[in-house]
């Protein structure tokens, strides 16, 4: 079992940054893919980015530009550097992880961006 434990969210100004860290705990093999998604309320979860053991990244097209996705596979770590923030981007953020056996949701950390 892997569990991915997020960190870094908070409440930030319209404009602002924050670093979203997720750290994959457990019993850890083949990490391929790891990604963010979010869930804002009344809506669906959706994809905000990902990344592969690679490297290849690909995002939403609402976060291109101020959104950089990157991993520390030694640390089975990845990252989510949030900049020029919107009131739109508030939502809770998951991490996620996939190997050969699934994928695996973090808890969610909230993201609150005030106008």
């Known amino acids: 079992q892997v569990h991915p434990v997020e960190s870094g969210g908070g409440l930030v100004q319209t404009g602002g940054l924050l670093r979203l860290s997720c750290v994959a705990t457990g019993i850890i093999v083949s990490i391929n893919t790891m990604g963010w998604y979010r869930q804002a309320p009344g809506n669906q979860r959706e994809l905000v980015a990902l990344?592969?053991?690679?490297?290849?990244?690909n995002y939403a097209d609402s976060v291109k530009g101020r959104f950089t996705i990157s991993r520390d596979n030694a640390k089975n770590t990845v990252y989510l550097q949030m900049n020029s923030l919107k009131p739109e981007d508030t939502a809770v953020y998951y991490c996620?992880?996939?190997?050969?056996?699934?994928?695996?949701w973090g808890q969610g950390t909230q993201v609150t961006v005030s106008s």
């Open positions: 990344i592969t053991s690679g490297g290849s990244t």
């Open positions: 996620n992880v996939q190997n050969w056996a699934g994928d695996y």
